[in-house]
């Protein structure tokens, strides 16, 4: 896989063991660091990044894996200019500028690696919402590892491989995320996010120092406000990101959010890109998401999954698991053999819905039979930690031993402080501001992390949406704009008229069309799929939709059984699962139940390489 790992103190000549795990495709390009105590390892996608570490100065180099778009000084935000310089050279002029606080003003996404041999310390410096996640743990006096790739640092010999059996449980039962600065793994801890942490080569103490923390501050200014302010970011968000001689690949859609990456785009810019949908068969979707490619200019292309494709997904996908998610919400991954020689890099609209709609807001809802879950403009509470438990929490998996107690891991993890509340040791300032930026910073507490993280271990990938100047606007916005508005609906109809008009896959309505039309639409779509189909999918488990009806490719094929059979001495071993359990789980699934959640999670973990490790080791 890409990125960074290295090891501190004693056992550096196994620095080569915890690397092995880097290297995805085989064709990255490498980069080995030893100076005494002190060893660095880098792979990277993009050649063009790939001379590290750069000497800042004196006996201290610096490593970068990541993207950086700009900067924000005290005269203003400035971009950078992708031509110029490598990202790593960039932070390095920077940091001779300005010293540790360059970091402060820093737009993107990264982790950055700083060595002072002299000062005898190793600093990592973490992007502000932690979309670079990146994981320590210190197994002895003697020795500290690190890597952006947990399942790595077991590879150490002077780390043994164990599960933590209360965070482990809370993964499982919490949609397959972990939350702040803790994991599943025994004594690993992931980098917080937005700090800077140091480390004594010769003490192997810490220091952990946040630069920034997320402030909910909403202001009473109109919507149009706001749609003003975020179409003009959002603009220059994207062309900030384009580099004119590069190819770009666009996971496209038939919703709104990959379709607004499009709109923000000129002429010009539009002739470098090409537009990637994956799909089952020739549905609504795939046929929105072509109207879209057509009306843009760019060409389309349909990369149409398999029956097979979850299973292989399931075999294959979670080698590359951080704890962030199921393996089948690296969903792209599977299809990028075919697209990486035809691109630079990758764009996807990633956290579009968390950081512009408030989907980790808990919204009203109802169960409406094959119609499904309907949420309503309105959100419930959100004032006390117990409501956010409830949000993140329901009734736990069967396949949970009893000896474990997710509510009560909750609770001891999720506690009032002097001033705000500790969530797995970051903290915010008010229940509000919990629910606001729990789900924002850091970005590995929401689980669609895991599609960015498979796409970079291919090519460099990046989302528009993850910028410095939208989130600080989505700090601003009052909660009542993200029930019944849609920002990004309006900056559609402002930046191209045109992709506004197509009618969006999931409501039947053209996007420019009032937030009422499009929660009527949703409805009437659903329930017209559900009692009057009409050009139905060919296969039971098809849909029309941008996933299969996965409930029922579960009950149509076997491999999810194969793999818990395939499974069960590991579940029996491990402490925190129940093997009766699981077969009821699977049991109340193929009798009708929708658990491919459960399902899928639990697969999730016990396909994991050091879930293998963490059993050997134990037998």
Same mark, same amino acid.
């Given at each position: 896989m890409a990125g960074l790992c290295g090891v501190v103190g004693e056992g550096t000549q196994h620095l080569h063991r915890v690397a092995s795990d880097l290297e995805w495709t085989g064709e990255e390009t490498t980069a080995t660091y030893e100076d005494g105590d002190v060893g660095v390892f880098g792979a990277f996608t993009a050649e063009s990044e790939a001379d590290q570490p750069v000497r800042v100065g004196g006996d201290t180099h610096l490593w970068v894996w990541g993207s950086v778009f700009g900067v924000e000084r005290e005269?203003?935000?400035?971009?950078?200019?992708?031509t110029a310089e490598s990202t790593a050279a960039y932070c390095a002029r920077l940091y001779r500028e300005l010293g540790e606080g360059f970091v402060t003003g820093l737009n993107g996404d990264f982790v950055v690696v700083l060595h002072d041999r002299d000062g005898g310390t190793l600093s990592v410096f973490t992007d502000r919402l932690g979309l670079r996640d990146t994981y320590y743990c210190q197994p002895d006096d003697e020795t500290f590892v690190f890597s952006t790739a947990a399942q790595s640092l077991s590879r150490h010999p002077a780390v043994e491989p164990a599960f933590d059996p209360e965070l482990a449980a809370e993964f499982l039962a919490c949609g397959c995320r972990t939350f702040g600065t803790r994991?599943?793994?025994?004594?690993?801890?992931?980098?917080?996010?937005?700090?800077?942490?140091?480390?004594?080569?010769?003490?192997?103490?810490?220091?952990?120092?946040?630069?920034?923390?997320?402030?909910?501050?909403?202001?009473?200014r109109s919507f149009s406000y706001f749609v003003d302010e975020f179409t003009e970011r959002f603009r220059a968000a994207v062309s900030e990101r384009l580099h004119p001689d590069r190819e770009y690949g666009l996971l496209?859609?038939?919703?709104?959010?990959?379709?607004?990456?499009?709109?923000?785009?000129?002429?010009?810019?539009?002739?470098h890109v090409a537009a990637y949908t994956l799909g089952d068969w020739r549905n609504r979707e795939v046929r929105t998401a072509e109207a879209v490619a057509g009306t843009a200019g760019v060409d389309f292309t349909l990369l149409e999954r398999d029956r097979e494709y979850h299973e292989r997904s399931l075999q294959r996908t979670p080698r590359l698991s951080n704890f962030v998610g199921r393996f089948d919400q690296a969903h792209a991954e599977g299809m990028m053999d075919r697209i990486r020689p035809e691109v630079d890099e990758m764009i996807t609209a990633s956290f579009a819905d968390t950081n512009c709609n408030g989907y980790s807001f808990p919204r009203r809802s109802v169960r409406?039979?094959?119609?499904?879950?309907?949420?309503?403009?309105?959100?419930?509470p959100m004032d006390s930690i117990d409501a956010y438990i409830d949000y993140w929490l329901d009734d736990p998996p069967e396949f949970l031993a009893d000896s474990v107690d997710v509510e009560a891991t909750l609770h001891e993890e999720i506690q009032s402080t002097h001033g705000g509340i500790n969530h797995h040791g970051v903290r915010y300032g008010s229940p509000e501001e919990l629910f606001v930026c729990g789900a924002l910073m850091p970005r590995t507490n929401g689980s669609v992390l895991f599609l960015l993280q498979s796409l970079r271990q291919h090519c460099p990938a990046w989302s528009p949406f993850v910028d410095n100047r939208l989130v600080d606007l989505y700090l601003s916005m009052p909660t009542r704009y993200f029930a019944r508005r849609n920002v990004i609906h309006r900056a559609m109809e402002r930046l191209d008229?045109?992709? =506004? *008009?197509?009618?969006?896959? #999931?409501?039947? /309505?053209?996007?420019?069309?009032?937030? =009422? *039309?499009?929660?009527?639409? #949703?409805?009437? /779509?659903?329930f017209h799929d559900a009692y009057l189909p009409v050009n139905e999918p060919p296969e039971p488990y098809l849909s029309h939709g941008s996933w299969p009806d996965i409930p029922e490719l579960v009950r149509e094929t076997s491999f999810v059984w194969e793999a818990l059979q395939r499974h069960e001495e590991t579940i029996r071993t491990l402490p925190f699962l129940d093997w009766e359990g699981a077969l009821a789980c699977y049991r109340d699934h193929m009798d009708g139940g929708d658990r491919y959640k459960e399902l899928y999670g639990l697969l999730t973990l016990l396909e994991l390489p050091v879930t293998g490790r963490i059993v050997e080791h134990a037998g």
């Open positions: 005269n203003g935000y400035h971009p950078r200019d992708r994991t599943p793994l025994a004594d690993t801890h992931r980098f917080h996010p937005g700090a800077v942490t140091t480390v004594d080569t010769g003490m192997l103490d810490l220091a952990m120092e946040p630069y920034w923390v997320p402030r909910y501050h909403p202001e009473d496209l859609s038939g919703g709104a959010d990959s379709r607004l990456v499009l709109a923000a785009m000129d002429e010009t810019e539009r002739q409406l039979g094959p119609v499904g879950t309907v949420f309503f403009p309105w959100f419930e008229p045109g992709l =506004a *008009a197509i009618r969006y896959a #999931d409501t039947g /309505v053209p996007i420019d069309w009032p937030f =009422a *039309a499009h929660f009527l639409g #949703d409805l009437a /779509v659903r």
